[in-house]
């Protein structure tokens, strides 16, 4: 499986990004899609992550700003992300995690997202 993150760039504050994910290979039906962040100095937090049955879950710090969804015909997701904050600044990674006998995890390369003035 692999991911291909796209959609990084400079934005400044209360401004919106559209991130989108590709997944290509293998996958199995029972799976969720996500995206996480980390910034300089700072763990590895989820953001938002939707299943197969496109239930979704997001962390409260961007709770009615970001909204994850997903195309399952192209084994797509996306992070639409409004009202953008200094502190959403970081590399954004996407995540596919599928369930055959087992959970397997898969991350994407990162990409970029820079909110500033």
């Known amino acids: 499986v692999q991911l291909q993150a796209s959609g990084g760039g400079l934005v400044q504050p209360g401004g919106s990004l559209r991130l989108s994910c590709a997944a290509s290979?293998?996958?199995?039906?029972?799976?969720?899609m996500g995206w996480y962040r980390q910034a300089p100095g700072k763990q590895r937090e989820l953001v938002a992550t939707?299943?197969?049955?496109?239930?979704?879950n997001y962390a409260d710090s961007v709770k009615g700003r970001f909204t994850i969804s997903r195309d399952n015909a192209k084994n797509t997701v996306y992070l639409q992300m409004n009202s953008l904050k200094p502190e959403d600044t970081a590399v954004y990674y996407c995540?596919?995690?599928?369930?055959?006998?087992?959970?397997?995890?898969?991350w994407g390369q990162g990409t970029q997202v820079t909110v500033s003035s």
């Open positions: 939707i299943t197969s049955g496109d239930s979704a």
């Open positions: 995540n596919l995690r599928h369930y055959s006998t087992r959970w397997d995890d898969y």
């Open positions: 290979g293998r996958i199995f039906s029972i799976n969720v």
